[in-house]
């Protein structure tokens, strides 16, 4: 099977490419599975006032269903586990 690729982009900046794609049988394949989703966790640094941050998605079967930016970093969501 291809890659499960996306690319994130901040203001008119270059896309950074990001893979969802895990080793067969690693144990984050296997969370992944049994969660029936994918999550990544990506810094970026903002500077203050008003940015635009754009997703797309590279390859086929990618469904973007949760998008958060926060700045406190240490906050929990029952919802992202």
Do not use: C
Not at 14 to 20: A, I, R
Not at 47 to 61: F, K
């Amino acid at each position: 099977m291809g890659d499960f690729r996306f690319h994130v982009s901040k203001d008119v900046g270059e896309p950074v490419v990001y893979s969802l794609k895990e080793p067969f049988r690693s144990e984050q394949w296997k969370l992944n599975v049994l969660r029936g989703q994918a999550l990544r966790t990506q810094r970026l640094h903002l500077t203050e006032g008003a940015h635009t941050l754009r997703i797309r998605a590279l390859d086929a079967h990618i469904v973007v269903d949760q998008w958060m930016v926060d700045f406190d970093t240490e906050r929990r969501f029952y919802l992202i586990q």
